[in-house]
């Protein structure tokens, strides 16, 4: 137990379907983050939001909306996804963004689009 | 560009020592971190490294050379449990950390 809880923890989808995974932690921490990891692949970051303001989003299609209502809570919104979106999808938070902060992560939810 | 290289897959006896090479180039350097990921579970925070040396953490160790960009994680007495992937992961100078795609690391009897 992280301390960051992500649901669901699976999910199949069809392409126009519209889906939302939820992302909760309550450790105090300023930071959350969406990763998207691929098999054999670096974990890719998707979007960071630091006290509730998003800072990043690194090029990630608009068919991929995050939110976040306040800084214990984050959603990622999913519409009308593609097959090669299927990954693992991964909910972090760190106390902030310097250096030496270590992130804590959810399990993740294992997104299947058929 | 930035990228992080580390071995893919490694195979070690039961008892035995490994070490998990990581090797990067990044756009300035803010610290190197590990995690581990038991398949199917979160990424864990094993250790976090900023100045050049070894830092020790029981049966795990951490090592960095920043004029090397090198960093290697040390695993002694290796145990069933320990059979997992390791994530490198560089902090670069705008504080986003670059990740490697992992080493499954295969512990055998």
């Known amino acids: 137990e992280t301390g960051v809880t992500q649901t669901p923890r699976h999910l199949v989808m069809g392409m126009t379907n519209k889906k939302s995974l939820k992302c909760e932690q309550h450790l105090g921490h300023n930071a959350m983050y969406w990763y998207k990891q691929s098999a054999k692949k670096p974990l890719e970051l998707m979007f960071v939001y630091n006290f509730k303001e998003q800072t990043e989003n690194n090029s990630v299609p608009s068919r991929f909306s995050p939110e976040c209502p306040n800084s214990s809570h984050l959603f990622l919104h999913l519409h009308t996804l593609q097959p090669e979106d299927s990954a693992l999808y991964l909910c972090?938070?760190?106390?902030?963004?310097?250096?030496?902060?270590?992130?804590?992560f959810g399990q993740g939810t294992r997104l299947t689009v058929v | 560009g930035q990228n992080i290289d580390q071995p893919t897959e490694m195979t070690a006896t039961e008892g035995a020592i490994v070490q998990i090479n990581c090797t990067y180039q990044t756009s300035g350097f803010n610290g190197l971190f590990w995690y581990q990921q038991h398949a199917g579970e979160a990424p864990t925070f094993l250790s976090y490294?900023?100045l050049d040396g070894l830092e020790e953490k029981g049966r795990f160790s951490s090592f960095l050379s920043r004029s090397k960009g090198y960093s290697y994680l040390l695993l002694k007495e290796l145990q069933m449990k320990d059979s997992a992937s390791y994530l490198c992961a560089v902090m670069d100078s705008n504080y986003q950390l670059i990740w490697g795609a992992g080493t499954k690391l295969i512990i055998k009897p």
């Open positions: 972090a938070s760190s106390q902030d963004r310097t250096g030496d902060t270590e992130a804590f």
């Open positions: 490294n900023v």
